[in-house]
């Protein structure tokens, strides 16, 4: 069975400071890894995803990174801004067409 | 806008009540998701639907029935709600079979029971 999981579980850095943050997952027959960003109370919002043949993907200041026979991702935030802090969620696809997700990293930027 | 869309969005009811959310995407999307986000925040898919057939169905109790009437809707409904039931629901929908999977969700449906 699939289990993800990130570390940390939270985060508070000072504005501009760049960071990374971590997902391992314990099964690496995966089709694709995706992370994602949830703000309080809303939905997720879909921000890279890395096919499996893939090593890193980027968007602005996000650069993702998958390591998939060590079953290692990383999301790594560049010049961090108060408007990043949520939470972000990282999730696995495998077979089935089935996302397993972790617990989450809530990042809080403070100005 | 194109979007995956969720009603209602809060939902506050008692013990053994019947309730239904209604799910609706206008992506061209082919599957559709159920999810449930508890009280730790913790996401866990609970049904999927592909083309109008259950293609997922997690550990969940028989008092969760989804019904898929298109492929552009997919609706849960839960019988005999209990306290456990309170969470966040989130509907979702991915792109075709054959293309990399990208969910996009729904914003959730928060439903407490009393």
């Known amino acids: 069975k699939q289990e993800v999981t990130q570390i940390p579980a939270a985060l508070s850095v000072p504005e501009g400071e760049n960071l990374v943050l971590n997902c391992s997952f314990t099964?690496?027959?995966?089709?694709?890894l995706q992370w994602f960003r949830q703000d309080p109370g809303k939905g997720l919002t879909s921000l890279l995803l890395?096919?499996?043949?893939?090593r890193e993907q980027t968007s602005g200041r996000l650069n993702a990174s998958l390591d998939k026979s060590s079953g290692r991702s990383t999301l790594y935030i560049a010049a961090s801004q108060p408007g990043d802090s949520a939470t972000y969620l990282c999730?696995?696809?495998?077979?089935?067409?089935?996302?397993?997700f972790g617990e989450g990293t809530q990042l809080t930027v403070n100005p | 806008d194109t979007a995956v869309s969720q009603t209602p969005k809060y939902l506050v009811t008692q013990m053994g009540n019947d309730k239904s959310i209604k799910c609706e995407q206008n992506?061209?999307?082919?599957?559709m998701y159920w999810y449930k986000q508890d009280s730790k925040k913790f996401l866990k898919i609970m049904f999927s639907?592909?083309?109008?057939?259950?293609?997922i169905n997690e550990t969940v109790p028989n008092r969760f029935s989804p019904k898929s009437p298109d492929k552009a809707h997919l609706n849960l409904h839960i019988n005999s709600l209990e306290l456990g039931d309170s969470a966040v629901y989130f509907c979702?929908?991915?792109?075709?079979?054959?293309?990399?999977?990208?969910?996009?969700f729904g914003p959730g449906t928060r439903l407490t029971v009393t």
């Open positions: 639907y592909n083309n109008k057939e259950l293609i």
């Open positions: 890395i096919q499996s043949s893939q």
């Open positions: 999730a696995v696809e495998t077979s089935g067409s089935r996302l397993t």
């Open positions: 992506l061209g999307h082919d599957t």
């Open positions: 099964d690496s027959a995966i089709y694709n």
């Open positions: 979702a929908s991915s792109s075709p079979s054959g293309e990399p999977l990208e969910q996009y």
